[in-house]
């Protein structure tokens, strides 16, 4: 079939119309026509055919159409519900009690309730559907019913509510004519959309209003019955100057009557009264607190006193308070003050007294220092006096002791050699507090190797403890403290010493801890131990608890030597004993990080060395202003078969050496020589004229300041009284030079 005839894109209806009008054509033209040749009987099946085909396409029509018609009746019933929904909608917003609008995502109004906009009448006609957003907000911002904030114009509110339209989610209140109140929330939509709600909050802000009124009356009660409990005067005053607060104790510490306190005076008129009454010891105080009152801004607290009559004195305080206004309180401080004029009263006949008693005290510390630098005179002097003879008498004593045969001769030169040691070390110990006590003492406080000092002590003092018959043991771990050298050996030697000295039987431990970055040097025994009560005497001079040590083991010094130069170094020293058990004392010593110097003099001898050098005709100047020590020294060194050139002072050294036209092997020369010479000035003079010869400086004086001048110029110094033994070994160190 010729489907060229019909449109597939015609409606059913076009189709079956040319349909038909196709068939009745043809039907009639069959009709009319006679043709032989089957012409017509085609053309009848063909509308036979189509007419088949027209049923067809009626029947799809007819299904169509009421397919068409079921869908338009689903139509109408979802138009229906929709419209149902939106008036249901539109009467539920209108019954909410807030204004409510939408917006969609392009900031245009969808929808809203009449109660929208409705405080604001002037522009509540044009919130309609369409309008847009920033006319909303430009419309609410010059409406005459809109309470534009203070200090904001409509330009900058509009400006401010699009900034904050930006954000998701917005809540603020808002004044509207008439005192009335509207609280805005605006919040996003998932499609982006904006809802606005605007409740009417007037009651609860009136609310607030009355609740804050009446804490602000419970306030004013509360600070009214503070303010008369208090014992100070108070007023206070407004921006105005004029007076807004105050209590009856302000009346009464000013003398002021009641009736003249009310409320809004001015400050002006009640200083006043108060000046008639009062008077200010400083007259330019009157002209401050009017300058501080007219000042109005940004004032200091301003504080005086006042004293109206004749015993009433007020301490007067302003301060400025954050509103501009400000506060004076009043105190009355009559007692004080009275309290400091009797006290002045009494310091002036105090410090009348302190004057006359400090005037004896001066000039008992006057009398007290004249017989101290007495006491060091004496104690120099008479070390140096008691030293010359001391010295000659050992070396006498010494000079005997290989010359006689008799072992009773023998034994009691021995016991006066003894007893000359005995001699000078209670000599040396006198010495010794003599300087502590005067604060001569010369410290040198430096990095000391603990370990190295201890074994010396240990060589020392060891061999003493094994004839004894005392076990001796020394833990001397390597380890550096700050400390004197000179004065940190002999605390430790004495220490040492009295334990060896006061223990009978057992051992002696010398051991070092360390704890908390100091080291702890403790000296133990297992004497007999010290009564408590007898702890602190100990350290006083000559004290011996032990009565059957006999005297030339000790005068009880070494430990009055012992806390005094502890207490010099600020090294801590502890005592621990037990009666029965013994005794522990501790000395406290800080660490060093610096390794100790080695700096010992050239001509420094070292004890014990048994060094047996011939000293055959060795020529030694001898410089000694003392006729005994001269002699003793003399027969001494020529004993060892030195030449001995005696002299008494530098002249007759110079004439004896051009004499014989000799330089000598070794000088040995007195520090302290007639006639003020000094024995080091003497030896660099003859040193300039017969070169570096070795030197041996003798003297009582233990200063530090002369043992470093003897290092300098690479003297030997030989302390008083005069150790043969040591003056030997400087001899024969001479002559191996």
């Known amino acids: 079939m010729d489907h060229g005839l019909i449109n597939p894109n015609d409606t059913l209806e076009r189709q079956n119309e040319k349909l038909l009008k196709i068939v009745t054509t043809l039907m009639r033209r069959v009709e009319k026509g006679v043709d032989a040749s089957g012409v017509a009987y085609a053309q009848f099946q063909r509308a036979v055919l189509l007419e088949d085909e ?17 869908s ?21 917003l209108e019954t909410v009690q807030e204004g409510f609008a939408l917006f969609d995502a392009e900031d245009v109004l969808v929808m809203c309730n009449s109660r929208f906009g409705l405080p604001m009448r002037d522009i509540h006609p044009h919130l309609k559907p369409g309008l847009r957003f920033e006319d909303y907000v430009r419309m609410v911002s010059t409406s005459s019913y809109f309470g534009l904030p203070e200090g904001q114009t409509a330009q900058i509110w509009a400006a401010n509510r699009m900034d904050r339209h930006k954000d998701s989610h917005v809540a603020f209140n808002v004044r509207m004519a008439g005192d009335c109140w509207l609280q805005v929330s605006e919040h996003r939509t998932p499609d982006g959309g904006t809802v606005i709600l605007q409740t009417d909050i007037t009651d609860m802000v ?15 009660r509360l600070i009214r019955a503070t303010l008369e409990h208090l014992n100070q005067g108070i ?75 004749k015993e009433r004195t007020l301490a007067v305080f302003a301060q400025q308070m954050p509103d501009e206004g400000f506060v004076i309180s009043f105190t009355d401080v009559s007692a004080e003050r009275a309290a400091v004029r009797a006290i002045s009263e009494v310091n002036e006949t105090l ?24 006491k060091s005179r004496f104690v120099a002097a008479a070390s140096h ?48 507090i003599s300087k502590l006590d005067s604060g001569r003492a010369a410290l040198h406080v430096g990095p000391v190797s603990l370990h190295e000092l201890l074994d010396q002590l240990r060589d020392e003092l060891g061999p003493l403890a094994q004839k004894k018959g005392l076990q001796f043991r020394m833990v001397a771990p390597p380890a550096v403290v ?28 010398v051991g070092v801890r360390k704890r908390q970055g100091r080291l702890f040097v403790e000296v133990r025994d297992t004497g007999p131990g010290i009564p408590e009560h007898e702890q602190g005497r100990i350290f006083d001079e000559f004290q011996r608890l032990n009565a059957s040590v006999s005297a030339a083991d000790g005068m009880g010094l070494g430990l009055a030597i012992v806390e005094r130069a502890c207490r010099l170094l600020k090294h801590p020293l502890h005592l621990n004993s037990e009666l029965g058990k013994g005794t522990c004392f501790s000395v406290e010593l800080p660490l060093s990080s610096v390794a100790p110097k080695c700096d010992l003099p050239d001509d420094l001898i070292l004890l014990g060395k048994e060094k047996r050098l011939s000293l055959e005709h060795h020529i030694v100047l001898l410089i000694e202003n003392d006729d005994s020590l001269r002699s ?61 010869v070795p030197t041996c400086i003798i003297s009582a004086n233990r200063s530090p300041l002369l043992a470093e001048q003897c290092r300098q110029m690479g003297a030997s110094l030989h302390h008083k009284p005069l150790n043969p033994l040591e003056l030997r070994e400087f001899l024969e160190d001479a002559a191996s030079r």
């Open 54 to 70: 027209v049923r067809t396409r009626t029947h799809d029509l007819e299904r169509a159409l009421d397919l068409l018609n079921e």
């Open 72 to 92: 338009n009746a689903r139509l109408a019933r979802a138009n229906a519900e929709t419209e149902t929904a939106r008036v249901n909608l539109a009467n539920a």
């Open 206 to 220: 009136l609310l607030e209003r009355q609740e804050r009124e009446r804490l602000l009356d419970g306030q004013a």
């Open 235 to 309: 007023c206070i005053f407004d921006d105005q100057d004029r007076l807004i607060g105050w209590n009856q104790r302000a009346g009464e510490l000013l003398s002021i009557p009641a009736r003249l306190f009310q409320l809004g005076s001015a400050f002006g008129a009640l200083f006043k009264q108060i000046r008639t009454k009062a008077s200010i010891a400083n007259k330019t105080d009157v002209g401050l607190i009017d300058r501080w009152v007219r000042d109005g801004v940004s004032r200091a607290p301003l504080s005086l006193e006042i004293v109206i009559g």
């Open 351 to 374: 410090e009348q007294r302190v004057t006359e008693r400090t005037l004896e005290l001066e000039d008992a510390l006057s009398e007290a220092e004249r017989a101290n630098a007495s």
């Open 385 to 432: 006096d008691l030293l010359q003879p001391l010295s000659a008498a050992k070396l006498f004593v010494a000079s005997l002791e290989n010359e006689i045969e008799a072992p009773e001769l023998a034994e009691r030169v021995a016991k006066a050699s003894n007893a000359l040691m005995s001699a000078e070390n209670i000599l040396n110990a006198l010495l010794d």
């Open 482 to 509: 700050e400390s004197d050298t000179s004065y940190l050996r002999r605390i430790l030697q004495n220490l040492i010493s009295n334990a060896i000295r006061y223990t009978q039987q057992g051992k002696i431990l």
């Open 632 to 692: 003793a020294i003399m027969i001494t060194l020529e004993k060892w078969g030195v030449d001995v050139l005696p002299c008494a002072r530098e002249a007759e050294a110079v004439s004896v050496l051009q004499e014989l036209d000799i330089a000598p092997d070794a000088i040995i020369a007195d520090y302290q020589l007639d006639d003020g010479e000094l024995g080091t000035d003497v030896v660099e003079r003859l040193r300039e004229r017969y070169g570096k």
